[in-house]
Antibody
Framework: QLQESGPGLVKPSETVSLTCTVS????????WSWIRQAPGKGLEWIGN???????KYNPSLKSRVTISVDTSKSQFYLKLSSVTAADTAVYFC?????????????WGQGTTVIVSS | DIQLTQSPSFLSTSVGDSVTITCRAS??????LAWYQQKPGKAPKLLIY???TLQSGVPPRFSGSGSGTEFTLTISSLQPEDFATYYC?????????FGQGTKVEIK
């Protein structure tokens, strides 16, 4: 139901752009999150977006992150600027329910981003 | 940010055993805690949400409890497919945060 896509390899200092395509869901019912996982490490929440365009970001990345949405395509996007080797990770998108029963219950399979010259 | 501390970080155990993983939050997160299972190369899979609600399709040997700052995930009678890494996740406030993970391995 969620499918990430992206360039795979990015050079240091560049901007990486990822897309998450949502299928089979009511796009306007949920929030949509990006999460990443560096090799051998734990999970880090990057930020989320509502269909209206309202966003929340992790302060640790806020200066470099932009999340946007295109409801006509049922897609949302992540742009991460000025990347370094520390941004090498698997990037997941997930459905983020913010009602009373809060949870991330649907995840994409993840897309790997490697930052290297 | 709310810090989540899982214990233990590593468990070596056997098929059929019961295990309990604890997640402690640095602040009150009410019941907005979820548990995920992750296997190598795969996305996390939701097991439990709002501390104790079993996700549809998840076997009842998985259970969760707690509120406030202390939570537990219990797996009764471990099955071979349960050997994985488990993460807790708080959705009470932004930024959302995850525990560091607990790896459950076969003894």
């Amino acid at each position: 139901q969620l499918q990430e896509s992206g360039p795979g390899l990015v050079k240091p200092s560049e901007t990486v752009s990822l897309t998450c395509t949502v299928s089979g869901d009511s796009f306007s019912t949920y929030y949509w999150s990006w999460i990443r996982q560096a090799p051998g490490k734990g999970l880090e929440w990057i930020g989320n977006i509502y269909y209206s365009g309202s966003t929340k970001y992790n302060p640790s990345l806020k200066s470099r992150v932009t999340i946007s949405v295109d409801t006509s395509k049922s897609q949302f996007y992540l742009k991460l600027s000025s990347v370094t080797a520390a941004d090498t990770a698997v990037y997941f998108c997930a459905r983020d329910t913010r009602s009373g029963m809060r949870r991330m219950d649907v995840w994409g399979q993840g897309t790997t981003v490697i930052v290297s010259s | 940010d709310i810090q989540l501390t899982q214990s233990p970080s590593f468990l070596s155990t056997s098929v059929g055993d019961s295990v309990t993983i604890t997640c402690r939050a640095s602040q009150d997160i009410r019941s907005y805690l979820a548990w995920y299972q992750q296997k190598p190369g795969k996305a996390p899979k939701l097991l439990i949400y709002v501390a104790s609600t079993l996700q549809s399709g998840v076997p009842p040997r998985f259970s969760g409890s707690g509120s406030g700052t202390e939570f537990t995930l219990t797996i009764s009678s471990l099955q071979p497919e349960d050997f994985a890494t488990y993460y807790c996740h708080q959705l009470n406030s932004y930024p959302q945060t995850f525990g560091q993970g607990t790896k459950v391995e076969i003894k």
